[in-house]
């Protein structure tokens, strides 16, 4: 059974972003991982919030002040696709609702289309 998450700021994001589906948060690398439905729409790490974007997404996040998620590997500085929302959606649902949307637009967007089966020649 896992544990039950007790990190108040996790609990506190996932009830900010559960206006666009249950939330489940799992450890992950040191920090948390949050998704949707089974997509993942969110991290945690340091403390810090950051949600899903892509190339069509990211202009939006960058017009409103957020910060990319960039972590350090062998030396390197790698950057994600992931994106803090502006301070003030931490404080409501209703205002992190379009970030939590964007940030499941682009999870949704991200995932690979299923194969399709091609019919058996006869």
């Known amino acids: ?14 009830e900010m972003l559960s206006c666009v589906g249950p939330c489940v948060a799992k450890r992950m690398f040191g920090g948390w991982g949050i998704s949707v439905d089974g997509m ?3 991290l945690i790490a340091w403390d810090t919030l950051f949600l899903k974007t892509n ?7 960058l017009a409103a ?12 500085s790698t950057q994600l696709h992931y994106f803090t929302p502006p301070e003030e959606t931490l404080e ?4 992190m609702r379009p970030w939590a949307q964007l940030a499941l637009t682009a ?3 991200a995932r690979t289309p299923a194969k ?5 020649k006869p």
């Open 1 to 14: 059974m896992p544990k039950p998450i007790t990190d108040p700021f996790v609990l506190h994001a996932c």
């Open 55 to 61: 190339a069509e997404t990211e202009p939006q996040w």
């Open 40 to 42: 993942n729409i969110g």
């Open 107 to 109: 999870a949704v967007a």
């Open 65 to 76: 002040g957020g910060r990319p998620f960039v972590f350090e590997a062998k030396g390197k």
């Open 116 to 120: 399709t089966r091609r019919p058996k």
């Open 92 to 95: 409501s649902p209703a205002l």
